[in-house]
Nanobody, 128 residues
Framework: QVQLLESGGGLVQAGGSLRLSCAASGYIFRPYTMGWFRQAPGKEREFVAVISWNASSADYGDFVKGRFTISRDNAENNAKKMVYLQTNSLKPEDTAVYYC?????????????????WGQGTQVTVSS
């Protein structure tokens, strides 16, 4: 079982930045890929970013356009792994709950239904 816990959300003015963190713990049988998704009220869950299990590849949603950066830090003792989402030049339309997700894939999937584990989410609110 994998547990994911997001942090780092909050209220920020347009043009500001936030660094979202996701701590992954629990016993992981094989390499996993980590992704970030977001969901605004009344909208479907949307792909934000994904990074492969060995950090060799990453992909971003079209709306990101160079503003966000995903990264990861695998703990050597396998006790806890971290994934981050640096968000810059935030816009009011970036307001949403941001979710961390993990999947047992060696590629970089972008659909929510391809992910096996989800965190509870962290709220990001961007004021104009």
């Amino acid at each position: 079982q994998v547990q994911l816990l997001e942090s780092g959300g909050g209220l920020v003015q347009a043009g500001g930045s936030l660094r979202l963190s996701c701590a992954a713990s629990g016993y992981i049988f094989r390499p996993y890929t980590m992704g970030w998704f977001r969901q605004a009220p009344g909208k479907e869950r949307e792909f934000v970013a994904v990074i492969s299990w060995n950090a060799s590849s990453a992909d971003y949603g079209d709306f990101v356009k160079g503003r966000f950066t995903i990264s990861r830090d695998n703990a050597e003792n396998n006790a806890k792994k971290m994934v981050y989402l640096q968000t810059n030049s935030l816009k009011p339309e970036d307001t949403a709950v941001y979710y961390c997700a993990a999947c047992r894939s060696l590629s970089t999937p972008v659909r929510p239904d391809e992910y096996d584990y989800w965190g509870q989410g962290t709220q990001v609110t961007v004021s104009s």
